[in-house]
DNA sequence: AATGAATGAGCGTTCATTCAT
DNA sequence: CATGAATGAACGCTCATTCAT
């Protein structure tokens, strides 16, 4: 009879918001932002669709958090792969390592930042934040390149950026055949030893 | 007054859905496929929007002739860089030019491909006709490989493959910044040399 | 601990909604009813939106209740306005007194009423009430004029009605720039000597 | 064969306008801006919801589009009513009819815009449009009692469009009871002569 | 007495497509 | 070949109301 705790609507919340990012994530990735309606996220969550604006201001901000969850859960990766004091060349093939382990754990969220990063109609707040964050990669690279001794580190990074970039998108594009863990193992071979 | 001959009728009509087809590549490719209107079409082609299905079926039959004239420009521009009989690193190093200028030539249809490759909404058959056809470049340029006598081809097809990919990407999101040339180089020296 | 008594309960229930009746007659009268939702009320009320339910059924219910409090209050001013036995003249200048002391103190009830008196989407129940109720001014103001000796006290009682009507409407639309006292004394005198 | 000419579609523009706009005008009144919905009016004025778009960009437009056309069309009434080198006094009579003729027949537009005149989430632009020329209908009338000869025309002039409002307010919620006849000819005594 | 998560009907609006001319 | 008025399903979103606690 008495009404619920705040402990108890915070656990609610948190866990009807995890479902519909979640599913939204899936269906996003898999149909494109525009041909996903907040009607199949709903369905697909089931959940109402009034629920969704309980949760989320509105589509686009559903898209928003649902980026930036899986951002942080990237940074997060990177830094376990990034080990102070050891050897640049180690370290870096420790985050290609990283980088290759966060794509094949999170195909979805990057089908879905593929398809966004073509489209000008997307936030451009979220679009930036994404420019952000790919600049301060492309600086570490930069600088563990300079570390080696290479002469071109600037270029060094964005080539492998590149090639990592182009690698990812093909096994999206056929993730079942494409033989990722070769190519990785290529990009350490050819491009940093 | 005089009726029209069969020959002008056919002159209309193939310079009228040119029309349509390059107003339509322009505004899918700025704004995506969703959010590009028929109606915004037909306004900037300056036709009705009536006249649209005098030409093509669906919305997505319009893409689809535009994507199919875009691979057969593609095409041409390959062989043109295909010589038979020369020496393959030649051939390869020409390909590449090929595909580069291809790509700078043909922006608005490399982001419209972008944007749609990641996306089940479009037609399976344009995936499968893209899917081929790259898959036929990759073909060519494992084979000019083995000529040069690498030890495994068909990797090294898929490095310098993914590689391309990643640095159109990468153009296709900053182009006026993209250091596109000096990357050109890049994957010259490094990869085929 | 200790249970609360039966008139602890009834105090919190009469204090609680005035405050929501309160809270929603501002936000009514400067928003509309339509353009007001129950969850703005909750809030300014603090309040939670389902407590909204446990004092009133429905949002119309609770509009109601509201108008009907403003009449009351209407009711009992004019009631002190008038004085059994007095000079009718005496009355009326009195009466137009607290028409105005009445517009100018409620100004929101009053916004509300004319936003609501031309449409039919109000209950009829309490438009009936409303008209009963002004019907039963206008008795009284014919019968003073009766008093009075004029010819046509009937008319009378409908122009200064309508005069009054017509005043308050435009003292509403711009409160702040509207000669409303001017106005009083215009109305007395024109009027009424 | 031939396609419909310009005039053809211009015609059926005019009309097929004219009807949502006269069935908005009704339900706007009836029931409110706010409280009728784009589909009562689509369905109302029998056609689709859709077509409603092909017209007005947006219910605040329709609703704009209908005020200023009854505006227009009061402006024109009330020039009809004032004839150059007249009398002041029979001006002011003439007009007074005018007003009241206007009122009567155009009595859904005087709800609606009473309705609207107590909101302010109507766009302010209508708003000031009718505010500025309900302004220069007082100012016309100030002048005419300043021909008169009145000592404060101003006041008058306010006095005379209160009470025309009131009326006009009473009319209008209660049209088959009231005497608007006669309470023009009292008008037109107490107040003008 | 009180909470706020959840529902679902309905809103204003868009747009691919059809069709009479 | 060409027009644009007309349709209707679907969209993103709002909100009065209910209910388990």
Redesign the interface.
């Known amino acids: 009879m008495s009404p619920k705790t705040k402990e108890q609507f915070e656990a609610i919340r948190s866990q009807t918001s995890t479902v519909i990012k979640d599913t939204a994530l899936e269906l996003f990735?898999?149909?494109?932002f525009?041909?996903t309606s907040i009607s199949q996220i709903a369905k697909a969550a089931r959940v109402s669709k009034g629920l969704m604006y309980n949760y989320f201001d509105s589509k686009e901000d559903l898209l928003h958090d649902i980026m930036m969850d899986a951002m942080d859960r990237g940074t997060e990766l990177m830094n376990d792969h990034l080990k102070e004091g050891v050897d640049p060349k180690d370290q870096l093939l420790s985050l290609v390592d990283g980088v290759f382990e966060w794509i094949i754990g999170n195909l979805s969220y990057w089908?879905?930042l593929?398809?966004l990063?073509?489209?000008?109609?997307v936030t451009s707040q979220l679009k930036l934040e994404i420019l952000e964050k790919s600049q301060s990669y492309n600086a570490i690279i930069t600088d563990l390149f300079r570390q080696m001794g290479k002469a071109e580190p600037e270029?060094e990074a964005?080539?492998i950026?590149?090639?990592?970039?182009?690698?990812g998108?093909?096994y999206?594009?056929?993730p079942e055949l494409y033989?990722i863990d070769?190519?990785k193992e290529?990009?350490k071979k050819?491009?940093i030893e």
């Open positions: 990735a898999e149909n494109g525009h041909n089908k879905l593929a398809a990063a073509f489209q000008k109609d270029k964005m080539l950026g590149a090639l990592m970039d182009g690698i998108m093909q999206m594009v056929m033989p070769e190519m290529l990009v050819k491009i």
